[in-house]
């Protein structure tokens, strides 16, 4: 994804849904015997998501 994307509000609607992914697909990861990824990074991508990507200086992802 693009730091300033040219269409923020489809950006934002893409990390809402990778979001939704991280929350809710352990299970669905375990079951497809992938392994989900750790708590701390999901975390850490999340703050690169607000800090990172923006439109005018403000995050297009703010975690809500």
Known sequence: MYRQPKDPA???????????AYQNGTDMANQLDYVPLP?????????????????????????K
């Open 10 to 20: 489809s950006a934002s609607e893409a990390l809402k849904f990778f979001a939704w």
């Open 39 to 63: 708590e701390k990074l999901v975390k850490l991508v999340k703050k690169t998501w607000a800090v990172s990507i923006q439109d005018h200086g403000k995050p297009v992802w703010t975690g």
